[in-house]
């Protein structure tokens, strides 16, 4: 998590020019290198190029899988499950807007409102990564429950009427229906699009917000113009930080939403430990990875923050 | 009219105010429910007060198994991840190389990685290296997911490091051995800590990769995850809260030690 958030450290003074070390010393940082490149050479790399052998292969569990080039695996998974894909990107992409939103005012809060309270409130934003998410992602059920508080008060309120009219639940109900999917995923991932944010405003100097209203720009006008451009870098990490792991989840979509709500990860899951359709399950991973990487490559290009590590 | 514009002042406190109170409610149902007894076999809705859950901790089959499995791998892991990845991190600052870039690349990847993917071309190695799924090849996953993480951390802090305390060790005529433990080591102390713990953070609440690798080993997490299919007994919330609650002691006490130390340079 703290990849894209960590703060750049203050660069020590340059080191004077070192002489290249000869011989032996030469070395030094591959012997360093080695063992952890390996193990991701092996344990990350390797795997994938097996998945995407996996993925050309046919055959069955009892006589064995041989690699046939059979592209057009490709093609009939992605007839099959392209629902779930167009889901995942739609519920992750909801998910990730809806953590902008929410998550920029406590950003704020903490960087410039919070005062001595600063570091309480951090904490109470990380502290609850430590009851383990599974149990967060299962005390959801409780709250948004049939007949429960939450669905009671949307119901007098009438919002379930809209939300029905919406398609994103469906009678009385918000479990098992996409709005209690995004809800989770929304939930689950808050806390990485808050550090990163909170991390990029920060480092905003204040002087900057007295400067422009000095030169008579009203708050809009400050936040539109000043706050909001200098914390693009956050935004852009935030929301990748987000977007990638809710496009891969199916926690969510199992354990809050129902048999519509399934999403790319769901069915990746049940392929390869129920089904065990191997070449099904590592295609739809295949182009699961790709789909993520273009999306990633291009919105960072768009956005101008290569050096995100 | 008053009204109107303090709102508007606050706007941005209240929504905040707003948005912590989303991310806090789930702990505070966890907790309200480790006090439940619940009538049937899930635990979703409230019936009435009682602490024999608490009493009780380890009273479901397999729950504190699962949850010493899940420690031995989060330590295992953390110790891997923090020797391979500390060793990464100061070849990338300290010594140049051929190849950075791609071992750049090779660094960000995983981090850039939905799990689900890496899950399962993970299995598919494994399967077809017809691997006994289990402990090691649990560990093997976590080691290799949590060391990204743990080069970034200690990246940072190596990077901030002043070279010139170590030729001053040098010049003082400490050995490179001497001036590694002596000088080296204890600077960059704090990033390796906050790498090994973030390993550890990670590790211990994994469930996708594990799912997928673990074979018929149990996790803490999967033991969660099964329980919601089966009944969620009301000790799942007592580990819940008591890991919360030890994690807050845990950071309120570096903080005040941290403040002490201060108090005292000042």
Same mark, same amino acid.
């Given at each position: 998590?703290?990849?894209?958030?960590?703060?750049?450290?203050?660069?020590?003074p340059?080191a004077?020019?070192?002489?290249?070390?000869?011989?032996?010393?030469?070395?030094?940082?591959?012997?360093?290198?080695?063992?952890?490149?390996?193990?991701?050479?092996?344990?990350?790399?390797?795997?994938?190029?097996?998945?995407?052998?996996?993925?050309?292969?046919?055959?069955?569990?009892?006589?064995?899988?041989?690699?046939?080039?059979?592209?057009?695996?490709?093609? +009939?998974?992605?007839?099959?499950?392209?629902?779930?894909?167009?889901?995942?990107?739609?519920?992750?992409?909801?998910?990730?807007?809806?953590?902008?939103?929410?998550?920029?005012?406590?950003?704020y809060?903490?960087?410039?409102?919070?005062?001595?309270?600063?570091?309480?409130?951090?904490?109470?934003?990380?502290?609850?990564?430590?009851?383990?998410?599974?149990?967060?992602?299962?005390?959801?059920?409780?709250?948004?429950s +049939?007949?429960?508080?939450?669905?009671?008060?949307?119901?007098?309120?009438?919002?379930?009427?809209?939300?029905?009219?919406?398609?994103?639940?469906?009678?009385?109900?918000?479990?098992?229906?996409?709005?209690?999917?995004?809800?989770?995923?929304?939930?689950?991932?808050?806390?990485?699009?808050?550090?990163?944010?909170?991390?990029?405003?920060?480092?905003?100097?204040?002087?900057?917000?007295?400067?422009?209203? +000095?030169?008579?720009?009203?708050?809009?006008?400050?936040?539109?113009?000043?706050?909001?451009?200098?914390?693009?870098?956050?935004?852009?990490?935030?929301?990748?930080?987000?977007?990638?792991?809710?496009?891969?989840?199916?926690?969510?979509?199992?354990?809050?939403?129902?048999?519509?709500?399934?999403?790319?990860?769901?069915?990746?899951?049940?392929?390869?430990?129920?089904?065990?359709d191997?070449?099904?399950?590592?295609?739809l991973?295949?182009?699961?990875?790709?789909?993520?990487?273009?999306?990633?490559?291009?919105?960072?290009?768009?956005?101008?923050?290569?050096?995100?590590? | 009219?008053?009204?109107?514009?303090?709102?508007?002042?606050?706007?941005?406190?209240?929504?905040?105010?707003?948005?912590?109170?989303?991310?806090?409610?789930?702990?505070?149902?966890?907790t309200?429910?480790?006090?439940?007894? !619940?009538?049937?076999?899930?635990?979703?809705e409230?019936?009435?007060?009682?602490?024999?859950?608490?009493?009780?901790?380890?009273?479901?089959?397999?729950?504190?198994?699962?949850?010493?499995?899940?420690?031995?791998?989060a330590?295992?892991?953390?110790?891997?991840?923090?020797?391979?990845?500390?060793?990464?991190?100061?070849?990338?600052v300290?010594?140049?190389?051929?190849?950075?870039?791609?071992?750049?690349?090779?660094?960000?990847?995983?981090?850039?990685?939905?799990?689900?993917?890496?899950?399962?071309?993970?299995?598919?190695?494994?399967?077809n290296?017809?691997?006994?799924?289990?402990?090691?090849?649990?560990?093997?996953?976590?080691?290799?997911?949590?060391?990204?993480?743990?080069?970034?951390?200690v990246?940072?802090?190596?990077m901030?490091?002043? !070279?010139?305390?170590?030729q001053?060790?040098?010049?003082?005529?400490?050995? !490179?051995?001497?001036?590694?433990?002596?000088?080296?080591?204890?600077?960059?102390?704090p990033?390796?800590?906050?790498?090994?713990?973030?390993?550890?953070?990670?590790s211990?609440?994994?469930?996708?990769?594990?799912?997928?690798?673990?074979?018929?080993?149990?996790?803490? !997490?999967?033991?969660?995850?099964?329980?919601?299919?089966?009944?969620?007994?009301?000790?799942?919330?007592?580990?819940?809260?008591?890991?919360?609650?030890?994690?807050?002691?845990?950071?309120?006490?570096?903080?005040?030690?941290?403040?002490?130390?201060?108090?005292?340079?000042?």
């Amino acid at each position: 998590m703290s990849t894209l958030t960590e703060a750049p450290p203050p660069l020590a003074p340059p080191a004077p020019e070192q002489k290249p070390p000869r011989g032996r010393g030469r070395l030094v940082p591959y012997w360093l290198l080695l063992p952890g490149i390996l193990w991701l050479l092996v344990f990350f790399l390797m795997p994938m190029v097996y998945q995407a052998s996996t993925s050309v292969q046919t055959g069955s569990l009892e006589e064995g899988y041989k690699v046939t080039w059979h592209f057009a695996t490709y093609w +009939d998974a992605l007839a099959e499950y392209w629902p779930q894909f167009l889901r995942s990107v739609l519920y992750a992409g909801t998910a990730t807007v809806l953590c902008l939103l929410l998550g920029y005012p406590l950003a704020y809060l903490i960087a410039f409102r919070a005062g001595r309270w600063r570091n309480v409130v951090l904490i109470l934003v990380i502290a609850p990564f430590f009851t383990s998410f599974l149990i967060r992602t299962l005390a959801w059920k409780t709250i948004l429950s +049939d007949g429960g508080p939450v669905v009671g008060a949307l119901n007098t309120l009438h919002v379930l009427d809209v939300t029905n009219w919406l398609g994103i639940t469906a009678g009385d109900r918000v479990l098992a229906t996409p709005l209690a999917v995004v809800c989770g995923l929304t939930y689950n991932f808050l806390p990485f699009m808050i550090l990163p944010l909170y991390t990029s405003l920060e480092r905003i100097d204040p002087r900057l917000h007295e400067a422009a209203g +000095d030169l008579y720009a009203r708050p809009s006008t400050t936040f539109r113009k000043v706050t909001f451009p200098l914390s693009m870098p956050g935004v852009v990490s935030g929301t990748l930080l987000t977007f990638i792991p809710a496009s891969g989840d199916y926690v969510n979509a199992e354990l809050l939403g129902s048999t519509d709500t399934r999403m790319v990860g769901n069915v990746i899951q049940t392929q390869f430990l129920r089904v065990l359709d191997y070449p099904t399950a590592a295609a739809l991973s295949f182009i699961l990875m790709a789909a993520i990487l273009i999306m990633v490559t291009l919105y960072i290009r768009r956005s101008g923050t290569e050096d995100l590590v | 009219m008053t009204f109107v514009n303090w709102l508007r002042r606050h706007l941005v406190v209240i929504a905040g105010l707003l948005t912590l109170g989303y991310l806090l409610l789930p702990n505070v149902v966890v907790t309200v429910f480790s006090f439940n007894k !619940p009538k049937g076999r899930f635990n979703y809705e409230w019936q009435r007060f009682s602490a024999d859950a608490w009493k009780d901790p380890c009273g479901v089959s397999d729950l504190c198994g699962s949850l010493s499995v899940s420690l031995q791998i989060a330590f295992w892991a953390t110790l891997g991840a923090t020797v391979l990845g500390t060793m990464i991190a100061f070849a990338l600052v300290r010594y140049r190389f051929r190849a950075r870039g791609a071992v750049n690349s090779l660094i960000f990847l995983p981090m850039a990685m939905p799990e689900v993917v890496m899950a399962a071309s993970l299995l598919t190695l494994f399967l077809n290296l017809g691997a006994q799924l289990g402990f090691w090849t649990v560990l093997i996953a976590h080691i290799m997911f949590c060391l990204s993480f743990v080069v970034v951390a200690v990246k940072a802090r190596v990077m901030s490091m002043d !070279p010139s305390l170590e030729q001053a060790a040098q010049d003082l005529y400490a050995g !490179p051995a001497q001036t590694f433990l002596r000088v080296t080591l204890p600077l960059a102390a704090p990033g390796i800590a906050a790498g090994a713990l973030l390993a550890f953070a990670l590790s211990f609440d994994d469930f996708i990769i594990t799912n997928f690798n673990a074979g018929s080993l149990v996790t803490f !997490p999967m033991f969660v995850w099964g329980s919601a299919q089966r009944g969620t007994p009301v000790q799942i919330n007592v580990i819940g809260t008591a890991m919360f609650v030890v994690a807050v002691l845990f950071v309120l006490a570096g903080m005040l030690i941290g403040n002490r130390r201060k108090r005292q340079k000042a």
